[in-house]
């Protein structure tokens, strides 16, 4: 079954084509209207995905060496994220339905990060944990089985990348934070100031970055803007090394409790090279496997909805016109509608 895979919750607008065996093209456009204001804007991000869907459609088609007519079930997000740019996704996504007369599912854009370390590694199977991690999410899943997720863990307040994207503003690094605060941190010194971690209590596999967020701030206001870019790369060293220490240790802790046999990374957090570094270090101790996308399949991408939509929509399941955006939509709620 050729599927296509319609993925627009933020500000990246993307469609893909998925066979089942092979992902035959993958076509992402990033919008960089944002990087001045400092974060995403919800009201130009879906006037973006306006203005390049069509043209993105027809570049996934032609990379994948098929037409329209070809396709034979449609996935699109339908949450969570922006309520103007998943209609966007959604209304064009219907019409293609519509047009093509074929089925259409609603993905939930977290369960998309799930299968992206499916259609990377094949052989990956459940049961496993992942974590789920990236500018608006911070959880980790128990996967016992496709479709059946029990989630372990979320983030209380800031998501781990928001974090990464708040004090890389802080620090005047720009946007996204992430990809800054990972190169100004490859020069910095580990030892120049010790950073909350956020264990919380009970054994909690929650997660909270606000608290991190606010010491950074507070350093930065009492040693001043002078010693601040002195020690710029110390201070994105240090405050990176707390987040992924919170990180690892938590989803380690799952995969102990659990008893699952392997750990996934997914979101575009995972993209960062420390973070895939110390969990492997990690896991590998308790000879725990672990799986990561690469880089294109890590941030927000259509082969990843495509790839849910044919496990879906092979088995039967399909979605009505009606769908409609969720904005908050989380796991475990992941039933499609």
């Known amino acids: 079954m050729i599927v296509l895979g319609i993925e627009t919750s933020c500000d990246d607008t993307s469609v893909a084509v998925y066979d089942g065996e092979k992902i035959l093209s993958n076509v ?9 204001f400092g974060g995403i804007v919800p009201e130009l991000a879906s006037r973006a995905h306006l203005t390049v869907i069509n043209s993105v459609l027809k570049s996934a088609l032609d990379q994948a060496g098929i037409t329209l007519t070809d396709i034979e079930g449609i996935g699109v997000t339908y949450g969570p994220g922006l309520a103007g740019s998943l209609l966007v996704g959604l209304s064009f996504a219907k019409g293609l339905a519509m047009s093509l007369n074929v089925p259409i599912i609603g993905i939930n854009h977290l369960e998309g990060h799930i299968w992206a370390n499916k259609l990377a590694s094949p052989e990956l199977e459940p049961p496993f944990v992942i974590l789920l991690v990236s500018g608006g999410h911070t959880q980790i899943v128990q996967v016992n089985e496709w479709g059946q997720y029990l989630t372990m863990g979320r983030t209380r307040d800031d998501a781990a990348g928001e974090a990464f994207d708040k004090v890389a503003k802080l620090l005047g690094l720009g ?4 990809p800054v605060i990972e190169k100004c941190a490859e020069k910095g010194d580990l030892s120049y100031i010790k950073f909350p971690r956020a264990y919380l209590k009970n054994g909690s596999l929650d997660f909270s970055f606000s608290g991190i967020k606010t010491a950074v701030l507070n350093h930065v206001k009492k040693i001043g803007e002078k010693e601040t870019k002195e020690h ?8 990176q ?3 992924i220490e919170v990180l690892v240790n938590k989803t380690k802790e799952a995969a102990l409790r659990t008893g699952a046999p392997s750990v ?13 570094q110390k969990m492997s270090e990690v896991l590998n101790e ?8 690469p880089p294109s399949m890590c941030t927000d991408n259509g082969a990843m909805i495509a790839g849910a939509a044919h496990f879906y929509l092979t088995g039967g399941s399909s979605s009505s016109l009606s769908l409609s955006p969720e904005v908050s939509l989380n796991i475990p709620n992941l039933n499609q509608p």
């Open 28 to 36: 992402v456009s990033t919008q960089l209207v944002h990087k001045s």
């Open 241 to 243: 090394e707390a987040v």
């Open 286 to 293: 308790q000879r725990i496997g672990i799986f990561v996308p």
């Open 175 to 178: 946007y996204p934070g992430g």
């Open 232 to 239: 710029l790369n110390d201070i994105a060293a240090c405050f």
């Open 264 to 276: 996934c990374i997914g979101g575009g957090v995972a993209v960062n090279k420390t973070l895939k």
